[in-house]
Antibody, heavy 122, light 108 residues
Framework: EVQLVESGGGVVHPGGSLRLSCAAS????????MSWVRQAPGKGLEWVAS????????VYVDYVKGRFTVSRDNAKNSLFLQMHSLRAEDTAVYYC???????????????WGQGTLVTVSS | SYELTQPPSVSVSPGQTARITCSGD??????AFWYQQKPGQAPVLVMK???ERPSGTPERFSGSSSGTTVILTISAVQAEDEADYYC???????????FGGGTRLTVL
């Protein structure tokens, strides 16, 4: 059974930093793209960042580029999201998501963690 | 930036058919995927590659595609289908991914 368990959320001041972690199990971690998707309170889903199986390619939504960095440790089956220069609008539940990505299928998200809440507030 | 457009809400009575649309300029080139999210829960994939049901998705869920619009159809809607539904796809280059704004399905 696929399990994705996020941690690291909390309250941070505007301009601050936070590092989210995701512990993955139940699948061969280093053969899947992994992503972070967020959901602001009462709002819809928003794709944030994705990273290739070997960690050699990262993709970001425009408004987090330069502030957020996605990384992974395949030896430890772990995914990370380092967030800097946080803004109030970054307040959201952040989901760790396992992806399926091929030229034939496109990229979709077949397993989700339960999410970790990041609150940016003074 | 690329956008997918969904109606904010759809309401149907139990046993009726619900149709949720998702429109986007790149949909003729890119597959669409659908997720169901119930209150307080993480999203669950219910449709992939426009028309394919993942294992575990009830047969009353079906998908279709026509030009720049994809449709998630739920036949014989049940109370347990009440949820938010999100479509997801990629921009025309296939390198950025986006969700629609979501549709709240209310079962009257």
């Amino acid at each position: 059974e696929v399990q994705l368990v996020e941690s690291g959320g909390g309250v941070v001041h505007p301009g601050g930093s936070l590092r989210l972690s995701c512990a993955a199990s139940g699948f061969i971690f280093n053969t899947y793209w992994m992503s972070w998707v967020r959901q602001a309170p009462g709002k819809g889903l928003e794709w944030v960042a994705s990273i290739k199986e070997d960690g050699n390619e990262e993709v970001y939504v425009d408004y987090v580029k330069g502030r957020f960095t996605v990384s992974r440790d395949n030896a430890k089956n772990s995914l990370f999201l380092q967030m800097h220069s946080l803004r109030a609008e970054d307040t959201a539940v952040y989901y760790c998501v396992k992806g399926v990505y091929t030229m034939l299928t496109g990229h979709y998200f077949d397993n989700w963690g339960q999410g970790t809440l990041v609150t940016v507030s003074s | 930036s690329y956008e997918l457009t969904q109606p904010p809400s759809v309401s149907v009575s139990p046993g009726q058919t619900a149709r949720i649309t998702c429109s986007g300029d790149a949909l003729p080139k890119q597959y669409a995927f659908w997720y169901q999210q119930k209150p307080g829960q993480a999203p669950v994939l219910v449709m992939k590659k426009d028309i394919e049901r993942p294992s575990g998705t009830p047969e009353r869920f079906s998908g279709s595609s026509s030009g720049t619009t994809v449709i998630l159809t739920i036949s014989a809607v049940q109370a347990e289908d009440e949820a938010d539904y999100y479509c997801q796809s990629a921009d025309s280059s296939g390198t950025f991914w986006v969700f629609g704004g979501g549709t709240r399905l209310t079962v009257l």
